[in-house]
C-alpha cells in the first residue's frame, strides 16, 4: 500500500505563476511532512517541512499548507522562476527518520 | 564543511554479483540511512542505523545488509544483484539523538551512488 500519494506527475509553469504540488497520506501516526527539491544527478535537499499541530508554513516563495482531517498536504511555490525547474518529493515520517516518499512532480518553469 | 560523501558514484555489475556502496556522514552526525531510488520514483526507505545500532528496516529483502562504523560512516551490501536493484542509493545523516523527539531531525542526503545491473 503506498503510504503517500503525489500529484500531479510533471507539472509546467509560467515564470512568475504559482506553481502547486499535492500529496495525500494514510497513516496518522505520521508527525513530519517534508518537501525535497531534486536536481538532476544530486541528491535530494530538504525544502520546506512541516508539522502536523501547525496549518501552514511559508519560508519566502515557499509555503506548505497541511489539512489534518483530511489527511492532505501541499506545496505552493509563489512567483516560480526557471531555476525552481526540479523534481519535488514530498514525504512523511515518524520514529527515527522512516520517510516514506510520494513518487515525484517534475516542476518546469518556462521563462 | 563537508556534506554527505558516497562511494562510488557510478559502478556497473552483473547479475549474480554483489555490491558495496559507502557512505560517510556530515561530522557529528550519529545517524544514518540508505534509500533506494528507481528512476522515476521517490526514494523507498531500506535502512536506518544510529549509534551502529539498526534502528529501522524497509520492505527490503535479506540481500539487503548494511553496517555502521565507530566514526558513523556506513556500508550498504548488496548480496545476488538482480536487474531491479539497478537504482540510484541514496545516503542519508542527520543529527539524531534519542532525547530529540520523531520527525526533529532533518535528513540530509549524498547525491548518491548510481548501480547499474546488466
Known amino acids: 500500500q503506498q503510504q503517500v500519494k503525489q500529484s500531479p506527475q510533471s507539472l509546467i509553469v509560467q515564470k512568475g505563476g504559482i506553481s502547486i504540488i499535492n500529496c495525500a497520506y494514510e497513516?496518522?501516526?505520521?508527525?513530519?511532512f517534508p518537501w525535497y527539491q531534486q536536481f538532476p544527478g544530486k541528491g535530494p535537499a530538504l525544502l520546506i517541512a512541516?508539522?502536523?499541530?501547525?496549518s501552514e508554513k511559508k519560508e519566502g516563495r515557499f509555503t506548505i499548507s497541511f489539512n489534518k482531517s483530511a489527511k492532505q498536504f501541499s506545496l505552493h511555490i509563489m512567483d516560480s522562476q526557471p531555476g525552481d525547474s526540479a523534481t519535488y518529493f514530498c514525504?512523511?515520517?515518524?520514529?527515527?527518520?522512516?520517510?516514506?516518499f510520494g513518487s515525484g512532480t517534475k516542476l518546469n518553469v518556462k521563462p | 564543511d563537508a556534506g554527505v560523501t558516497q562511494s562510488p558514484t557510478h559502478l556497473i555489475k552483473t547479475r549474480g554479483q554483489h555490491v558495496t556502496l559507502r557512505c560517510s556522514p556530515i561530522?557529528?552526525?550519529?545517524?544514518v540511512s540508505w534509500y533506494q531510488q528507481v528512476l522515476g520514483q521517490g526514494p523507498q526507505f531500506i535502512f536506518q542505523?544510529?549509534?551502529?545500532?539498526?534502528?529501522g528496516r524497509g520492505n527490503f529483502p535479506d540481500r539487503f545488509s548494511a553496517r555502521q562504523f565507530p566514526n558513523y560512516s556506513s556500508e550498504l551490501n548488496v548480496n545476488a544483484l538482480l536487474l531491479g536493484d539497478s537504482a540510484l542509493y541514496l545516503c542519508?545523516?542527520?543529527?539524531?539523538?534519542?532525547?530529540?523527539?520523531?520527525?526533529?531531525?532533518?535528513?540530509?542526503f549524498g547525491a548518491g551512488s548510481r548501480l547499474t545491473v546488466l
Open positions: 561530522s557529528g552526525h550519529k545517524s
Open positions: 514525504a512523511a515520517g515518524y520514529n527515527f527518520n522512516k520517510f516514506y
Open positions: 512541516i508539522r502536523p499541530d501547525v
Open positions: 542505523y544510529y549509534e551502529k545500532e539498526e534502528r
Open positions: 542519508a545523516s542527520s543529527l539524531q539523538t534519542l532525547r530529540t523527539g520523531p520527525g526533529a531531525n532533518v535528513l540530509t
Open positions: 497513516n496518522t501516526a505520521f508527525d513530519y
